[in-house]
């Protein structure tokens, strides 16, 4: 079965900073995607971002971007220039093609962004 | 175009009961997925619907139903409701299912008691 594994229960980055929140995953597939997820108080998640396995070149997306380690299993979400409105929770998530409807997600990293 | 809406956003119920929630899709996706978020399980796959057929299912028992309609609008439904199924229920929908992106709802809050 698939898994996802965020590490860091809570994080937190100071105004302008960058911070990385990491994720691993577990699985015997070879076509899938990944995601990052955010939800803020309002509880709609929101894709940051996503990856496709068989791309080898990490996805970027403005002040998000991810370091993707196939082999390794890991998939890491770097932000810079940390906003106020970056503060929310974040979710990695995987998904193989051949089980296309079903996320598996992680448990959520929660990110504190100070002034 | 508008979003993925879930209706109704809050619902309290009491235990024994039944509870019906529904998810429109946003215009013109015809994939419709289901999950549960609760603090001590997380985001579970509930199932996931496609031109009115169920293509997937997670491991929920039998009280959890749903059913997905022509106009691709979905509805799930929890019968005989325990304290547990206190939860926040998303949908999420995508063109089709496989490489799209998927968009969630706001969620609905259904609380037990």
């Known amino acids: 079965a698939q898994t996802v594994t965020q590490s860091q229960p809570e994080m937190s980055v100071q105004e302008a900073e960058t911070v990385t929140l990491s994720c691993t995953y577990d699985t015997s597939e070879s076509d899938y995607y990944l995601f990052w997820y955010k939800q803020p108080p309002s509880r709609q998640m929101i894709l940051v971002i996503r990856?496709?396995?068989?791309?080898?070149q990490n996805a970027t997306e403005n002040r998000f971007s991810v370091n993707f380690q196939k082999a390794a299993k890991s998939f890491s979400l770097k932000i810079s220039d940390s906003q106020l409105g970056d503060a929310a929770m974040y979710f990695c998530?995987?998904?193989?093609?051949?089980?296309?409807?079903?996320?598996?997600f992680g448990d959520g990293t929660t990110l504190t962004v100070k002034p | 175009k508008a979003g993925v809406t879930q209706t109704p956003r809050y619902l309290i119920k009491t235990r024994g009961q039944q509870v019906t929630l529904s998810c429109s899709p946003i215009s013109g996706h015809r994939s419709v997925s289901w999950y549960q978020q609760t603090p001590g399980q997380g985001l579970q796959f509930l199932f996931e619907y496609f031109s009115e057929t169920q293509r997937n299912k997670g491991n929920f028992p039998g009280r959890f139903s749903g059913r997905q309609f022509s106009n691709s609008r979905s509805e799930m439904n929890v019968s005989t409701l325990e304290l547990g199924d206190s939860a926040l229920y998303l949908c999420a929908s995508s063109l089709i299912p496989g490489k799209d992106r998927y968009t969630f709802g706001s969620g609905t809050r259904l609380t037990v008691v």
């Open positions: 990856q496709e396995a068989y791309k080898q």
């Open positions: 998530a995987y998904r193989a093609n051949t089980n296309a409807g079903k996320s598996t």
